[in-house]
């Protein structure tokens, strides 16, 4: 069965940092493209972040250049660093995983998802 397992979300001032951790099981997922998404209260899920097994990233505009997406040396880690967090990218995020290795910005176009992390900036 896989799972996907999301951990480092909390509340953080407007400014600080904080990093998201998706450790993935039940398959590898060393060749597949995974990602990151969020949900603000009242909104829909949106596009974060997305990388494939060979490090190539696409970023949401509203986080490139605060927000980085990594992935561990298993490969079936994948990690979401937020730096000049603020507030409005308070959400629950989201890890999630493709069956094929090309990245995607649409949430249909993921297969596997994880529980989500509360993350809370407060200003």
């Known amino acids: 069965q896989v799972q996907l397992v999301e951990s480092g979300g909390g509340l953080v001032q407007a400014g600080g940092s904080l990093r998201l951790s998706c450790a993935a099981s039940?398959?590898?997922?060393?060749?597949?493209?995974m990602g990151w998404f969020r949900q603000a209260p009242g909104k829909e899920r949106e596009f974060v972040a997305t990388i494939n097994w060979s490090g190539g990233t696409a970023y949401a505009d509203s986080t490139k250049g605060r927000f980085t997406i990594s992935r561990g040396n298993a490969l079936n880690t994948v990690y979401l660093q937020m730096n000049s967090l603020k507030p409005e990218d308070t959400a629950v995020y989201y890890c999630?995983?493709?069956?094929?290795?090309?990245?995607?910005?649409?949430?249909?176009?993921?297969?596997?998802w994880g529980q989500g992390t509360q993350v809370t900036v407060s200003s």
């Open positions: 999630a995983a493709r069956r094929s290795l090309i990245i995607a910005t649409s949430d249909s176009a993921y297969d596997y």
């Open positions: 039940g398959r590898t997922f060393s060749r597949n493209a």
